[in-house]
């Protein structure tokens, strides 16, 4: 009947505006899901476990703070962070792992002096771009050096050293634990500034350099402070100065070098965080907080000390920046000191 029909058309046209609101409904919340996905990521960081690779072999100072930031960063994240060392090659194999990694925040790297100020120019080819590939996330740890000499040594000051050095020349040795490592850069930075004929006679390792030191083979050297405190402690070396810019906490009765006599003299190990070039900043603001919250923390100051590194917190454009900075630095010495590794 006509009515029947009239009521058919009616409920086929109500059909027909359900399916077309429920589509419009699905487009809204398509166009919607790209954005808010991103939005409950970034907020989520960290969801699952980090990776932190230290390029260096266990053991020593950077490794140890790395360790502990880890664990303070496991308890505040509620995820495990998880140490991996993969040492060789003066740090570059591990530094070049996190640098081809995903840039997400979840594998980030504690690079150090050599990784990214130094080898840059002692190795003829790198395997990453140390300006390129990375994104700064904070400075962690200053390691300060001290120019030391045998106990036994006449040499008293700077200004003694240098006499010796200028009345010996070709026969005034220094030592270092290894070829581009802080004590040698530091020494060839003497070399150039005093104008003195001195030699560079590298070790496998800062435990040899020192040992040849109290041998007599040597007469110099600049050996990490916090072991050659013990060797200060136990009477077999003289303390002169530290290398860095600004006294030690951890001997702040120890000249700086520039006090010593030689203006401008800086040179120190340092090691930081820094994720892959591309990272989200949300990711590194992340890291970044809670990373200087931690090195902040007085517990955390304090065996930081007792491993030899004062605690050096920045912002990742303070850190950026201060890399650079190192790299042209060190950039000069290498070209003059004629260093190199390959």
């Known amino acids: 009947s006509r009515g029947t029909r009239e009521m058919s058309r009616r409920s086929l046209s109500r ?6 609101a429920a589509l419009a409904l699905a487009a809204l919340l398509l166009a919607a899901a790209p954005w808010a996905i991103p939005a409950a990521t970034a907020q989520a960081f960290p969801s699952k476990p980090v990776k932190l690779v230290i390029p260096f072999p266990p053991g020593g100072s950077l490794d140890n703070v790395g360790r502990l930031i880890a664990m303070k ?22 530094a070049d792992l996190v640098a081809k990694s995903p840039a997400d925040g979840y594998t980030v790297v504690m690079g150090a002096l050599s990784t990214h100020a130094v080898n840059p120019s002692l190795y003829r080819t ?4 140390a300006a390129k590939d990375f994104a700064p996330i904070s400075n962690v740890a200053i390691t300060p050096n001290v120019l030391i ?5 006449p040499i008293r000051t700077l200004a003694d050293l240098i006499a010796f ?6 026969r005034t040795n220094f030592g270092s634990g290894s070829n581009g490592s802080a004590g040698h850069l530091a020494g060839e930075l003497f070399k150039l500034e005093t104008g003195t004929d001195v030699m560079h006679i590298p070790y496998k390792g800062g435990a040899p350099a020192l040992q040849a030191l109290l041998a ?8 990490n402070l916090a072991n050659a405190m013990a060797q200060v402690k136990a009477g077999t070396v003289r303390p002169i100065a530290v290398t860095t810019a600004q006294r030690s906490k951890l001997a702040p009765d120890l000249p700086t070098m520039a006090e010593a006599g030689m203006p401008g003299f800086d040179i120190s190990t340092w090691f930081g965080l820094l994720a892959p070039a591309g990272t989200p900043p949300e990711a590194i603001a992340k890291w970044n907080a809670d990373v200087v919250k931690v090195l902040n923390s007085p517990d955390v100051r304090e065996k930081m000390l007792a491993q030899g590194a004062e605690p050096a917190p920045t912002t990742p454009a303070e850190f950026a920046a201060f890399i ?15 260093a190199r590794v390959d």
């Open 15 to 20: 059909l027909r505006f359900a399916r077309r």
């Open 73 to 94: 960063l496991s308890d505040a994240w509620g995820q495990q962070v998880v140490v991996e060392n993969r040492p060789g090659a003066g740090g570059n194999i591990g």
């Open 126 to 129: 790198m395997p990453y771009d």
């Open 149 to 153: 000499v045998n106990a036994k040594s």
């Open 165 to 170: 050095a200028k009345a010996n020349p070709g």
């Open 216 to 223: 007599g083979d040597t007469q110099f050297m600049f050996d």
């Open 324 to 338: 650079a900075k190192e790299r042209d630095k060190y950039a000069r010495i290498v070209k003059a000191s004629g």
